[in-house]
Structure formats: structure tokens, C-alpha cells
């Protein structure tokens, strides 16, 4: 008799304990998303997508200036002639 009645008090008491240590461990797939992408704001180790656009804007702006000044030079339009027998202000 003392037995049942002791196995009734706690048999609810371990199913209890087992299912909220069941649902404890339980994080709804969020795990998974972090293991297949724990960075999600970085496209590289160190840069954020924004950041990572901006360093490409002005990469290729210095590099279009830099081109622009080339032709110029090429072309022989960055600075007036040196040839002329009067001063040039420049």
C-alpha cells in the first residue's frame, strides 16, 4: 500500500519534470538559423552589407576620377600649352 500510494505522488511529479525538460531545450529552429548563418547583417568578416556598398562606391568613384585625370593627360587638356613665347598664369 505504501508503495502505490508514494508511486501516485510521484509518477505526475516525474512526467512533469521530463516534459519542461522536453520544452526547455526547445528553441523553435532558431538554432539552426544561427548555425547556418551566425552573421546575418555581414557580408564579410568585418563589414556590414552598407558599409561594404559604400567602400565600393567610392572605390569605383576614385577610380573613375583617376581615369578621368588620365585621359586628360593623355589628351593633353589638363593644362594650357607651354610652348607659347608669353608667360602663362598657370
Not at 6 to 12: E, G, K, N, S
Not at 47 to 74: C, I, Q, S
Request: charged share 25%; with cysteine.
Amino acid at each position: 500500500m505504501r508503495n502505490a500510494a508514494a508511486f501516485r505522488t510521484i509518477a505526475p511529479l516525474a512526467f512533469l519534470a521530463a516534459a519542461a525538460s522536453l520544452t526547455a531545450c526547445s528553441d523553435g529552429g532558431r538554432l539552426w538559423s544561427y548555425r547556418n548563418n551566425p552573421t546575418p547583417d555581414m557580408n564579410t568578416l568585418g563589414m556590414v552589407k552598407e558599409t561594404e556598398t559604400n567602400r565600393d562606391v567610392m572605390t569605383h568613384e576614385t577610380n573613375g576620377r583617376a581615369l578621368n585625370d588620365d585621359g586628360a593627360r593623355f589628351w593633353l587638356t589638363d593644362r594650357p600649352s607651354r610652348l607659347t613665347p608669353r608667360r602663362v598664369p598657370y
